[in-house]
């Protein structure tokens, strides 16, 4: 098993930065591609980031590229995602989720990660 958890969320106006973090526990985290997704009330859960194991191979959404940046710490088991010059349509519940140890694609795919944190609240005013 592993715990994930997120941290970071608020309410920021448009423009601003957040950064999220998600703390992983249970079991190893450095060989496990972590993402970040989104769900906003009324919509379907969306991806958002994700990252190789090794911290080489990144990928993101469209509607996010050069805005946001994931980056993990194995040595600390966490993943981040810095999200900059936000939008009210960034308004969502984050999610971090792990996929099984030995995978290494950086899936878009809600599918393809086995493990989700509770979430953590992002809100961007006008």
């Known amino acids: 098993q592993v715990q994930l958890v997120e941290s970071g969320g608020g309410l920021v106006q448009a423009g601003d930065s957040l950064r999220l973090s998600c703390a992983a526990s249970g079991r190893a985290f450095s060989n496990s591609v972590m993402g970040w997704f989104r769900q906003a009330p009324g919509k379907e859960r969306e991806f958002v980031a994700a990252?190789?194991?090794?911290?080489?191979?990144?990928n993101y959404a469209d509607s996010v590229k050069g805005r946001f940046t994931i980056s993990r710490d194995n040595a600390k088991s966490t993943v981040s995602l810095q999200m900059n010059n936000l939008k009210p349509e960034d308004t969502a519940g984050y999610y971090c989720?792990?996929?099984?140890?030995?995978?290494?694609?950086?899936?878009?795919?809600?599918?393809?990660?086995?493990?989700w944190g509770q979430g953590t609240q992002v809100t961007v005013s006008s």
């Open positions: 989720a792990a996929r099984d140890s030995g995978t290494y694609r950086p899936s878009g795919m809600a599918y393809d990660y086995r493990y």
């Open positions: 990252i190789s194991w090794s911290d080489t191979n990144t």
